[in-house]
């Protein structure tokens, strides 16, 4: 179908209405025209679908092939993001191009990070629940592939835009996981503070612009909170600092119980933690803080003949990564969020 001059009109009018809402609802806006019946909406739709495939293909293959130069000029040592990039841009190439036949492995279990998948589950003496969501993520990407070059080829570009976009959706989530998985592995050779054994400030700048960084590519938000326990002068001047080093070492061991397996635990002195949260946005933040606070307002201390409960005022801050803000600049919202808990009473979250 070639559109008209007056559809063509419509639909540049509408493009930066069209980047905010679904198809479904730009095809209901269609259907208000007068000289539009249904079925002629249905057709432009498709239309407009298929330009937007063109279009985002182009953008998206754009910003994985950045990804890729940048990765291997850095020497990339990981083959699992390496291959999933590779495969992307493959795929993204075939959808600006509305290829019926498709040039990437659908299959899961043969494509290159899947066989690595394969081989690393295989080696696991234990179930990983990393490994298990990266597998179960790979698998939904490739789903969604296959959806979009069968509708491709039937010329059924809305179902094939809608396929797209949950594609891509999946492809950032797992290079999102990947590069956790990755972080997290690195993060094992971190010095560790040795009240608390968990880590220091001394990797904690190296982490947090790895994760930065990752939002960038994503546009998946990071969270960031500054855990402080309420009182913890007066609890030491009163029961001195032996009392007071088990205090910590307890609410360490709690914050570390009670966050994900993906989240970050740093000492970040005296009193005060910081949780890196790698692509979390601000609710889910707040409810792991809020689990966090809950379970160390409740947990009963034993220190020698006492028994101790102790609160903490959390303060947390969320954004996607623009590249413009200072790792500061985030830690410093966190903190003013901290001194917000306090002086609203402590013993809670702010955000």
């Excluded at 539009?36 to 239309?47: C, F, M, P, R, Y």
């Excluded at 937007?52 to 910003?63: A, N, Q, T």
């Excluded at 402080?228 to 205090?247: P, R």
């Excluded at 028994?307 to 996607?320: M, P, Y």
Aim: proline share 0%; with cysteine; aromatic share 8%.
């Amino acid at each position: 179908m070639v559109l008209s001059k007056e559809y063509l009109g419509i639909f540049k009018e509408k493009t930066k209405e069209i980047e905010e809402k679904t198809l479904y609802q730009l095809w209901k806006e269609l259907r208000k025209f007068d000289n539009i019946d249904e079925n002629k909406a249905v057709d432009i739709l498709n239309e407009i679908a298929k330009r937007f495939l063109v279009r985002e293909g182009s953008r998206d293959s754009y910003i994985f092939e950045r990804i890729l130069e940048k990765e291997l000029k850095e020497d990339l040592e990981d083959e699992e993001i390496k291959s999933h990039i590779e495969w992307v841009i493959k795929f993204l190439k075939d959808v600006k191009m509305l290829e019926i036949k498709e040039n990437v492995e659908l299959n899961e279990r043969k494509c290159k990070l899947g066989k690595m998948l394969l081989e690393k589950k295989k080696n696991l003496s234990e179930k990983n629940e990393m490994i298990e969501e990266i597998d179960r993520l790979h698998r939904t990407l490739h789903r969604f592939a296959e959806k979009v070059y069968r509708n491709i080829r039937n010329r059924d570009y809305v179902n094939a835009y809608h396929y797209y976009v949950r594609c891509l959706k999946a492809s950032y989530g797992l290079i999102s996981l990947l590069s956790v998985k990755n972080l997290k592995e690195y993060s094992q050779e971190a010095i560790r503070d040795g009240l608390t054994e968990l880590l220091n400030r001394r990797k904690m700048w190296a982490i947090m612009r790895d994760v930065m960084e990752l939002s960038m590519l994503s546009g998946r938000a990071f969270s960031i909170a500054i855990i402080d326990i309420d009182n913890f002068k007066k609890l030491n001047d009163e029961n001195g600092h032996l009392v007071g080093d088990i205090v910590l070492r307890e609410v360490a061991k709690e914050i570390e119980k009670n966050v994900r397996k993906s989240d970050y635990v740093f000492r970040y002195g005296g009193e005060e933690f910081l949780v890196l949260m790698p692509s979390t946005d601000l609710e889910e933040a707040v409810k792991v803080m809020e689990q966090v606070r809950q379970k160390i307002e409740n947990k009963e201390i034993k220190c020698d003949k006492k028994v101790l409960r102790v609160s903490v005022s959390i303060g947390v801050c969320s954004d996607v990564y623009d590249g413009k803000k200072l790792i500061e600049d985030y830690i410093e919202c966190a903190d003013k969020k901290l001194y917000e808990a306090k002086r609203k009473g402590k013993n809670r979250v702010e955000y």
